[in-house]
């Protein structure tokens, strides 16, 4: 099967080293604290004492809580892209088109389930912006190719866009709150795709069952 190469969202020079640990322990500070207390406690004072080091160096890197949350957010996106673009089946480029835009579609479902407080932060902040941004650029891009390969008949550049419209925080916090599972959503998504309605489509994975 032939590779289509994406270029990552937002690549930057190279950092010096020093540069590039601080960035990643402050980072690595905030998503602590995300996890451990929700995004509203995400302050810069809190992040500098989390990472270890001085106020002032956490206001250098990033300028204010805003731009460490959107930060925050383009790492996973990163570590994220480069899963579905070159990592291992069923999310890389060594599975059948079907298969890869399920688990593509799944684990996009898991980001918002466990990120969806900080991504509603960064919705909030510049609503409609998520259209524009490198992010949904290249995933829109990389679920067309997909349907391309998986569907030739459909129209993908537009089906792209519509599979992609349920993924937002606001839905997902909402999900949440009715206590609907992630199992569900994945559930709801496989019917979407059209699961089981033949041998080999999104619903099926080697082995039998669907996730």
């Keep these: 099967m032939s590779r289509i190469e994406l270029p990552v969202t937002g690549q930057a020079p190279p950092e010096r080293a020093d540069a590039a640990r601080n960035r990643r322990k402050i980072l690595d500070a905030a998503a ?10 995400v302050t810069m004072n809190a992040v500098a004492h989390a990472a270890g080091m001085g106020v002032g160096t956490v206001y250098r890197r990033f300028g204010d ?3 460490l949350l959107f930060a925050l957010l ?10 579905f673009m070159s990592g291992p089946a069923p999310l890389g ?20 389930v466990e990120q969806r407080a900080v991504m509603a932060v960064a ?16 995933m829109h891009t990389h679920v067309a190719m997909l349907l391309r390969q998986a569907r030739p008949e459909a129209d993908a550049a537009v089906l792209a866009h519509l599979l992609l419209a349920p993924f937002v925080p606001s839905l997902f916090e ?10 569900q959503i994945k559930a709801g998504i496989d019917a979407l795709l059209g699961a089981g309605r033949e ?3 999104p619903g099926h994975e080697p082995g039998g069952s669907s996730r």
Excluded at 32 to 37: I, K
Excluded at 93 to 112: K, Q
Excluded at 123 to 138: F, M, Q, V
Excluded at 174 to 183: R, S
Aim: glycine letters at 8%.
């Design 65 to 67: 809580v805003s731009s």
């Design 123 to 138: 919705e909030a902040a510049s609503p409609g912006a998520r259209y524009a941004s490198g992010a949904y650029l290249t």
């Design 74 to 83: 383009d790492d996973d996106e990163r570590r994220f892209q480069e899963a």
């Design 32 to 41: 602590r604290l995300v996890a451990e207390r929700g995004p509203d406690a």
């Design 93 to 112: 480029p060594d599975a059948p088109p079907a298969v890869r835009l399920r688990a593509f579609l799944h684990t996009l479902a898991e980001r918002l």
């Design 174 to 183: 909402h999900l949440t709150a009715q206590d609907v599972p992630v199992g």
């Design 199 to 201: 041998p080999g489509g």
